[in-house]
């Protein structure tokens, strides 16, 4: 099983740039695909990106594309999140998410979260 921590969350300005960090315990994270996802206050939790367990192929919300870049480090066992041009409705709180196996599927772990929010 493996256990994610999601940190580098914090307060931007619009416009600006953020990189959040998930890190995972357990000798298995080179198997698993990793995504993460956001959830507004008021709104239900919505996709925003994924990679598969090598790296190799990576999947974006069409909102983000361009601005969002997803990528891992399976040596650091830490999967992050770039996050460009950030706008105040990116704000939210950004999940980290593992999906067992090496293409991204429905995730089964979960991280506990972290706070971004925009100022415009």
């Known amino acids: 099983q493996v256990r994610l921590v999601e940190s580098g969350g914090g307060l931007v300005q619009a416009g600006g740039s953020l990189r959040l960090s998930c890190a995972a315990s357990?000798?298995?994270?080179?198997?698993?695909?990793m995504g993460w996802f956001r959830q507004a206050p008021g709104k239900e939790r919505e996709f925003v990106a994924a990679?598969?367990?090598?790296?190799?192929?990576?999947y974006y919300a069409d909102s983000m594309k361009g601005r969002f870049t997803i990528s891992r480090d399976n040596a650091k066992n830490t999967v992050y999140l770039q996050m460009s041009s950030l706008k105040p409705e990116d704000a939210a709180v950004y999940y980290c998410?593992?999906?067992?196996?090496?293409?991204?599927?429905?995730?089964?772990?979960w991280g506990q979260g972290t706070q971004v929010t925009v100022s415009s």
């Open positions: 990679i598969t367990w090598s790296g190799g192929v990576t």
């Open positions: 998410a593992a999906s067992s196996g090496s293409v991204w599927s429905t995730p089964n772990i």
């Open positions: 357990g000798r298995t994270f080179g198997s698993y695909a």
